[in-house]
């Protein structure tokens, strides 16, 4: 079965352009994660969505940093006017119930890089 | 944000030898996940910790919940090259919390 799918996969952006960013959850899948990942570290959580509820975006760096998950599926991470400290891989996860993180089913991320 | 402290950053091992990293945080963690990751992809999980104390085994893998909530341990044995990857530990607080805290990983490489 296809797992989630994120795209594009890489991303060049000049400093103070916007992105979108998207993400295809694993179908019948409740729950949605955003995750950061700097070079060299471990991800971090940005925002977290129940159906098309955003329940926690305790996560995102700054008001530039916009998702949503308008009808419960496909979910658009956007950045505004990006800044090279943005330079990251953005991951995309799901999970068929929001309560047990062991089954969050990552996909291959977005290489975000801010010239 | 936080992350947990991941031991060692990185490790060269023969094929065939047996390999263990651990992970410490100051805080308490309910569940510990292990996943690994392969280079443009994203972390596949291996093991789930729910209790403290125990043990489990997928495998070669085995890891352990410490007792005390705040570590845990992967092991490895008879590694063997598609082994080579970055191997995260993740920890979960609360059966309140959706969020995962992770480590800065633990590079292996396999030497054959």
């Known amino acids: 079965g296809a797992g989630v799918s994120q795209s594009p996969r890489y991303k060049v952006a000049k400093r103070g352009q916007d992105v979108a960013l998207r993400c295809d959850p694993i179908?019948?899948?409740?729950?949605l994660f955003w995750y950061q990942q700097a070079l060299g570290q471990g991800p971090e959580f940005l925002t977290y969505?129940?159906?098309?509820?955003?329940?926690?975006k305790s996560g995102l760096p700054s008001d530039r940093f916009f998702a949503e998950r308008p009808e419960g599926s496909v979910s658009t991470l956007k950045i505004q006017r990006t800044q090279q400290e943005d330079s990251a891989v953005y991951l995309c996860?799901?999970?068929?119930?929001?309560?047990?993180?062991?089954?969050?089913?990552f996909g291959p991320g977005t290489r975000l890089l801010v010239l | 944000g936080q992350q947990l402290n991941q031991s060692p950053q990185s490790m060269f091992i023969q094929e065939g030898e047996d390999v263990s990293m651990n992970c410490t945080s100051s805080?308490?963690?309910?569940?510990w996940l292990w996943y690994k990751q392969d280079p443009g992809e994203g972390p596949v999980l291996l093991i789930a910790?729910?209790?403290?104390?125990e043990l489990t085994s997928n495998g070669r893998l085995t890891a352990q919940f410490g007792i005390t909530r705040k570590d845990s341990f992967l092991n490895i044995s008879a590694s063997i090259p598609s082994d080579v990857g970055i191997y995260f530990c993740?920890?979960?607080?609360?059966?309140?919390?959706?969020?995962?805290?992770f480590g800065k990983g633990t590079k292996l490489s396999v030497i054959p």
């Open positions: 179908s019948g899948h409740v729950s």
């Open positions: 910790l729910y209790k403290a104390g």
């Open positions: 969505f129940q159906n098309e509820a955003q329940l926690d």
């Open positions: 993740a920890g979960r607080s609360g059966a309140g919390s959706y969020q995962l805290t």
């Open positions: 805080s308490i963690f309910n569940t």
């Open positions: 996860a799901s999970s068929l119930a929001g309560d047990f993180p062991l089954t969050q089913y």
